[in-house]
């Protein structure tokens, strides 16, 4: 079997396990990996966070926003440009949304009000699998991987925290040269440093 069958037999293996979760189960466990990501060192640190809009069962951290106010948080907007990076656009209480071309709710926003990656001192990121070393199955679009690209280097800035339930973790994933690997993670159990 080649790797990106492999690759797409966890995605739906684990995507079934996911959508199989109580919305009672998902709430109580999205709220205790919110309190990990309160308490780190990298929460505390950041101005600029960037979270995402959790759908079809993913772990939902947009309860940061109303936590801690002092921070200014972002949601990604899909580009259509070439390179398919994301960008992201602030949101507030009065943020209003409409839906992108995979029916993700987006923020409507002002072009001018767009940052790019390099300007977020966390990036709070959806997953589908994660290993020990912080290598990270997306659902294959790519966009972080492409977004976060400059941090192949020893560029640090921004902390890329995976978030996910405990039994999305495998003992390894083999990464391919343009993955990104997570800095941390976030699970119901624990905060992990790569």
Avoid at 105 to 131: C, H, T
């Amino acid at each position: 079997m080649n790797r990106q069958k492999d690759k797409n037999a966890i995605r739906k293996e684990i995507l079934l396990y996911r959508s199989k979760l109580s919305k009672e189960d998902q709430i109580n466990k999205s709220e205790l990996m919110t309190k990990h990501i309160l308490a780190s060192d990298a929460f505390l640190s950041s101005q600029h966070i960037g979270l995402y809009y959790a759908v079809n069962g993913e772990v939902d951290a947009g309860s940061l926003t109303a936590l801690d106010k002092s921070k200014q948080y972002y949601l990604p907007i899909v580009s259509n440009t070439p390179d398919q990076a994301l960008s992201f656009a602030p949101i507030s209480h009065t943020s209003q949304y409409k839906a992108n071309k995979y029916s993700i709710p987006e923020p409507i926003y002002k072009e001018e009000e767009l940052i790019s990656g390099d300007k977020l001192d966390l990036v709070i990121m959806p997953l589908v699998a994660f290993d020990r070393h912080g290598n990270r199955l997306g659902m294959g679009g790519g966009y972080y991987d492409r977004t976060f690209s400059f941090k192949q280097g020893s560029i640090k800035k921004p902390t890329l925290l995976g978030i996910a339930y405990d039994f999305q973790k495998l003992e390894s994933l083999a990464p391919e040269p343009w993955d990104i690997p997570l800095d941390m993670l976030a699970t119901e159990s624990k905060l992990i440093v790569f």
